[in-house]
């Protein structure tokens, strides 16, 4: 099935360039490994290479920043990793602190960056879980 029929519901709400982009490499995947939650992975994967999540959708990098945003992105499928679930563990921690600005996570003056990545992760869970609840 094509990847713009597939699109889920966060890119829905993205970019045109976040969208092209998870379609191309899903329909990409397709053609090698058939249909399926593979195809799904490898599309995240290579949207995560020049994308991050902030609340309920996708936004391009820092600065425009390409590569690998957490330990699963950047490795082999084979070698697995954790996944920071669409936030760029690569980012700034000046950067990480707008983000929690924005999506009004309190103490965030007072947290580190490991801290900043895990509220930034909570806070985009619950506002995806909002938007499809909607």
Partial sequence: MPGRQELPSTL?????????????????????YGEGE???????????HTHEKVGDHWERKEDGRKGPSDPRSARPRQQGGRSGEGVDE????EHLYDLAR?????????????????????????????????
């Avoid at 690569?90 to 921690?93: E, F, R, W």
């Fill in 12 to 32: 829905e709400r993205s970019s045109q360039h976040a969208q092209e982009t998870w379609i191309k490499a899903h329909d990409s995947a397709v053609e090698s």
């Fill in 38 to 48: 593979r195809a799904h992975r490898v599309a995240y994967g290579a949207l995560k």
């Fill in 90 to 93: 690569q980012a700034t921690k």
């Fill in 102 to 134: 924005r999506l009004d996570i309190e103490g965030r003056s007072r947290m580190s960056k490991s801290e900043l990545l895990e509220a930034v992760r909570k806070a985009n869970r619950s506002r995806t879980r909002q938007s499809r609840s909607e």
